[in-house]
């Protein structure tokens, strides 16, 4: 079934709840497994994101256009870039990547905020969003934290704090529907899907880290280069 952007919900500056809704709405019409087995939920940060106190400056940053050094994510085709080439500099960002148990049918990276297709297949999406091949500053590289969907959709939980400044305003107008709520009644976890260190990124794409992503809270963290690869082993 093809879907186009305009059919999911989409709030700006909240991408980590677009993401959980787009993966509720792929598994109720059977874009996905029911159980959302063929999701993963992939968060992308980095070391410096998470000691600029993400929750007080972050997406304030972003929003005023001041792109100072609280950002630290480069992600090119973004639809909130004024730019020809479309670079955005994120805080972090969130996208939904679906592997098909298949096996024949590429993996799709279904991110609103995208101007490539969507969904795009993986492979033109690292090539024309991520670009590897880029050289970065050593604060540019990228973490990606990958987290199977039935788990994310479980014990995901955001009230939502950390799009308020230090007067309790909002810095981006919320979502109108109530915050989210995992289903272990936590109210708020978006820090620790979103914390990510160099120490937490796997050495090599194994066996191990591809079974660790169907059981672990939070997933499994990888760095850029890692990101095909880990996908070409999801079976």
């Given amino acids: 079934m093809a879907m186009g952007v305009s059919e999911f919900l989409h709030t700006p500056f909240y991408c980590e709840e677009n993401v959980y809704l787009l993966c509720k709405k792929l ?3 059977g ?3 029911a159980d959302g087995s063929d999701l993963f939920v992939v968060f992308i940060s980095n070391e410096k994101k998470q000691a600029f106190q993400w929750q007080t400056f972050g997406k304030w940053s972003r929003l005023m256009g001041d792109f100072t050094m609280i950002q630290y994510i480069p992600l090119w085709h973004q639809k909130a870039s004024k730019r020809a080439d479309g670079i955005t500099l994120w805080d972090y960002h969130v996208v939904c990547i679906q592997r098909k148990k298949d096996g024949d049918s590429p993996c799709l990276v279904w991110d609103l905020d995208s101007s490539l297709p969507f969904p795009s297949p993986l492979t033109p ?4 969003t991520i670009r590897p091949s880029f050289q970065l500053f050593s604060e540019f590289q990228r973490y990606f934290r990958i987290v199977h969907a039935p788990i994310f959709l479980h014990y995901f939980a955001s009230d939502r704090r950390h799009m308020k400044d230090s007067a309790g305003n909002w810095v981006a107008e919320p979502p109108t529907y109530e915050p989210i709520v995992a289903e272990d ?4 976890n978006l820090n620790e899907y979103i914390e990510m260190r160099a120490a937490d990124v796997a050495t090599n794409v194994g066996a191990d880290l591809i079974n660790a992503v169907s059981t672990e809270k939070l997933g499994v963290v990888i760095g850029e280069n890692q990101l095909e ?3 070409s082993q999801i079976s």
């Avoid at 999406?125 to 024309?128: A, R």
């Avoid at 009644?185 to 708020?188: E, G, R």
């Fill in 27 to 29: 598994c109720a019409n």
């Fill in 31 to 33: 874009t996905a497994d």
């Fill in 125 to 128: 999406y690292v090539l024309e």
């Fill in 185 to 188: 009644n936590n109210a708020h």
């Fill in 229 to 231: 690869e880990f996908f």
